[in-house]
């Protein structure tokens, strides 16, 4: 009776969630419940639907147990979605030009990265990327069942583990912390670790990881790095036609980044714009527009622009920081360099020392530099970077090569300066009282011994009689100024006011240099020597060249900057006296002639030129209060010219052609 009582409490209508609860363990313990043979037979039906139900829910237990057991199995080990916070992404550092808006350079690891927060992603690129990938981004959990059944009815069908209806979380989880092994059993570790995503994170915190983690081919990770290695802009300024290009490249970046393969990007790309109107994102309007938009990638054969520039900065960099920071810390580097006048300096310098192999003279560089702040605006340390070794003839071995493009001549290169030197020797002779009406003789003169002669001579063999030191610097007259040196302004004396303006070469007593010293007898290198000149631009202030503006971290916060205060190294009235000298044409005329490249109808800007012995090297620096530029001209190997020219003729051609371009456009104080 008492179990016939019970069996009665089982059926009741009353107290439902609870009976079916008691069902539930009934039907479990049904096979194990003795039967009589006629209760067997009296019940044979009921024993049937019993047996459905009994297979049903064992089959249901055993898909959640089994799944369950499958779900803690695989968690143990997995990685903690916290990780996208605590870990630190690697991002490229950047260098760029004054402005922020070229790229000069890159430096990665493995990958090229720039994160950028989804607010400043185009909403046109996030669109794309959604109708592509993932349709329903906003609208599932995580995973999305309607793309794994597609998956797998197209798995059966091809007969192989091809597709997997990834969403973009699964995506993200796969590139962060999975292989790409297309197995079921690396599908259940990524489905798993999606799921605990999704429950944890926002859907627009996903998506801007997903957008700055993705590979887009040439090494570019995430939209901004894809924006710059493909567009050569920012993200933010991208096209609709631009945007749905970058979406085309995740289904296969490798395949479509190829040069060969282009057609099926476009392709490709199409079918996103497609997929936009279809999820209304778009209209078709809009749609056809950037269809028929030319898409133009830049060129990866030339990675660096101004490239011995930007080296330099690299070099620096890499001294102090550490190349392995670089590569991960994402740091942004606004240099000093002016890409407008960069261009115009590398144009000028290329076709100048063409023109100059006539000569026999094959290379050439140029500096300018702003000589208030001392910022490098342009330097270009070869005829050309990209040209190779053999490129002109004569590079018979690494010691007898007239031109070698990878060598920075304007800031490694030491060459003598000629006549260039001269003004540092006359400012020290006017800091000790002299001026420019100061007359010495021009004549022969042996400043040797009968037995060890030294006889200087000016460049057309003539001598003046008495001139004043006006005429001997703007004639650039060599006994006079060997004159000047000897007996005015002292050797020991001249060197230190050339290495007060910043000339560091000049490093043997003053005894090894000696009287050729004020021709050009010690070496230095093109960006000290125009630095040194930007004294006399700024009326006695020295600025050393400053290469960086600002470097910061992908937080905005400076990191570095530049805030030097220029220092007064020379009275004020010597720097305007030199100024007015080397400005001087009529002055200077008689030698040089009333209407020589040095001369300027419009503007008032001050110049010397220097040449060598031998004529090996040509210089010519000028300047403005705003702007000093120099240019040398020569053979790597310190060969001389077949035709001997004096700077006025090599260096100073490229150097006017230079200046012409650059005087309107720069701004006078």
């Known amino acids: 009776m008492a179990k016939r009582k019970h069996n009665r409490k089982i059926y009741s209508v009353r107290n439902l969630p609870q009976q079916i609860w008691r069902i539930l363990c009934y039907i479990i313990k049904f096979p194990f419940t003795k039967i009589s043979n006629g209760a067997y037979q009296k019940n044979k039906k009921k024993r049937g639907i019993f047996f459905i139900l009994k297979f049903f829910i064992f089959g249901f237990l055993f898909f959640i147990f089994g799944f369950l057991f499958l779900f803690l199995y695989y968690a143990k080990d997995l990685p903690r979605p916290e990780k996208f916070v605590e870990k630190e992404l690697a991002q490229s550092t950047k260098i760029f030009d004054r402005t922020g808006n070229v790229l000069l350079y890159e430096i990665y690891g493995e990958e090229k990265r720039t994160w950028v927060s989804l607010e400043k992603i185009p909403d046109h690129l996030k669109k794309a990327i959604i109708a592509t990938e993932d349709a329903n981004f906003y609208r599932?959990?995580?995973?999305?069942?309607?793309?794994?059944?597609?998956?797998?009815?197209?798995?059966?069908?091809?007969?192989?583990?091809?597709?997997?209806?990834?969403?973009?979380?699964?995506?993200?989880?796969?590139?962060?912390?999975?292989?790409?092994?297309?197995?079921?059993?690396?599908?259940?570790?990524?489905?798993?670790?999606?799921?605990?995503?999704?429950?944890?994170?926002?859907?627009?915190?996903?998506?801007?990881?997903?957008?700055?983690?993705?590979?887009?081919?040439?090494?570019?990770?995430g939209v901004e790095a894809a924006s710059y290695a493909y567009?050569?802009?920012?993200?933010?300024?991208?096209?609709?036609?631009?945007?749905?290009?970058?979406?085309?490249?995740?289904?296969?970046?490798?395949?479509?980044?190829?040069?060969?393969?282009?057609?099926?990007?476009?392709?490709?790309?199409n079918y996103v714009l497609a997929r936009m109107v279809s999820e209304g994102f778009i209209g078709p309007e809009e749609a056809e527009n950037a269809k028929k938009e030319e898409i133009t990638f830049v060129k990866v054969s030339q990675p660096i622009k101004a490239p011995h520039f930007t080296l330099y900065v690299r070099n620096y960099l890499i001294e102090r920081y550490g190349e392995e920071e670089l590569k991960r810390k994402g740091f942004k580097v606004y240099t000093t360099l002016d890409w407008d006048l960069q261009e115009l300096a590398e144009e000028t310098i290329k076709g100048g020392a063409a023109n100059n192999r006539k000569y026999g003279v094959y290379n050439a560089a140029l500096a300018a530099i702003s000589p208030k702040t001392g910022e490098v605006l342009s330097l270009v340390g070869s005829a050309d970077w990209y040209a190779t070794s053999s490129e002109p003839k004569g590079c018979q071995s690494q010691k007898n090569c007239l031109f070698e493009p990878k060598f920075d001549i304007a800031t490694l290169g030491k060459r003598q300066p000629g006549s260039a030197f001269k003004p540092f020797v006359y400012a020290t002779a006017f800091?000790?009282?002299?001026?420019?009406?100061?007359?010495?003789?021009?004549?022969?003169?042996?400043?040797?011994?009968?037995?060890?002669?030294?006889?200087?001579?000016?460049?057309?063999?003539?001598?003046?009689?008495?001139?004043?030191?006006?005429?001997?610097?703007?004639?650039?007259?060599?006994?006079?100024?060997?004159?000047?040196?000897?007996?005015?302004?002292?050797?020991?004396?001249?060197?230190?006011?050339?290495?007060?303006?910043?000339?560091?070469?000049?490093?043997?007593?003053?005894?090894?240099?000696?009287?050729?010293?004020?021709?050009?007898?010690?070496?230095?290198?093109?960006?000290?020597?125009?630095?040194?000149?930007?004294?006399?631009?700024?009326?006695?202030?020295?600025?050393?060249?400053?290469?960086?503006?600002?470097?910061?971290?992908?937080?905005?916060?400076?990191i570095e900057e530049n805030e030097k205060v220029p220092q007064r190294v020379l009275d004020k009235e010597i720097a305007r006296l030199i100024g007015s000298v080397l400005s001087d044409n009529e002055a200077r005329a008689p030698v040089f002639g009333q209407r020589s490249p040095l001369y300027f109808d419009n503007y008032q800007v001050a110049v010397k030129t220097g040449t060598t012995q031998d004529y090996k090297d040509a210089w010519t620096v000028g300047y403005t209060p705003s702007i000093v530029v120099g240019v040398w001209a020569g053979n790597n190997d310190n060969s001389p010219p077949k035709t001997k020219k004096p700077g006025v003729y090599s260096a100073g051609q490229i150097w006017r052609k230079f200046i012409d371009e650059v005087l309107p456009i720069i701004k006078e104080p």
């Open 231 to 269: 567009f050569q802009k920012s993200v933010v300024e991208i096209s609709l036609a631009q945007a749905a290009t970058l979406a085309a490249f995740i289904k296969a970046p490798s395949y479509y980044s190829a040069e060969n393969n282009f057609p099926e990007l476009l392709g490709r790309k």
């Open 140 to 221: 599932h959990f995580g995973v999305d069942l309607k793309g794994i059944v597609r998956a797998v009815l197209t798995n059966l069908e091809i007969k192989k583990f091809a597709y997997g209806g990834s969403t973009i979380p699964q995506q993200l989880i796969r590139s962060s912390f999975l292989n790409l092994q297309k197995t079921a059993e690396r599908k259940l570790r990524e489905v798993i670790l999606t799921l605990e995503l999704e429950r944890r994170y926002s859907k627009d915190q996903i998506l801007e990881w997903y957008l700055n983690q993705i590979p887009f081919g040439r090494n570019a990770y």
């Open 431 to 558: 800091k000790k009282g002299y001026s420019d009406k100061t007359v010495v003789v021009d004549e022969e003169t042996n400043f040797g011994s009968p037995s060890h002669p030294y006889v200087p001579q000016n460049y057309d063999g003539l001598f003046r009689g008495p001139v004043t030191l006006r005429q001997a610097l703007a004639q650039s007259l060599n006994v006079p100024s060997v004159k000047v040196l000897a007996n005015l302004a002292g050797i020991e004396d001249s060197i230190k006011t050339a290495q007060d303006f910043g000339i560091t070469t000049l490093t043997k007593p003053p005894s090894f240099y000696g009287l050729p010293l004020v021709l050009g007898g010690g070496e230095v290198n093109l960006l000290e020597l125009i630095s040194a000149y930007g004294v006399f631009a700024t009326e006695g202030l020295r600025s050393r060249p400053v290469f960086i503006l600002k470097i910061i971290d992908p937080e905005g916060n400076i």
